[in-house]
């Protein structure tokens, strides 16, 4: 996935009732895209969302 989305999955996630009083975004600015993707990660599974495959193109 490319940094670009996973911003936007987590813009998404933002908007989720698990996160709305909390700021997830601000953090992404210092970390790597690895670092990124785990945060990502995390964030999914603390919102009981389900990890996306990245598109085709995206990869």
């Keep these: 996935m490319t ?3 996973l911003l ?3 813009q998404e996630l ?3 009732p698990k996160f709305q009083n ?5 953090v992404s600015a210092m970390l ?9 990660e ?3 599974s603390a919102a009981g969302a ?4 990245a598109p085709a193109s995206m990869q």
């Design 32 to 40: 790597s895209k690895d670092a990124l993707a785990r945060h990502v």
């Design 50 to 53: 389900t990890s996306r495959p």
């Design 14 to 16: 933002q908007q989720t």
């Design 8 to 10: 936007q999955r987590l």
């Design 22 to 26: 909390r700021d997830i975004c601000t």
């Design 42 to 44: 995390v964030c999914e």
């Design 3 to 5: 940094r670009l989305a």
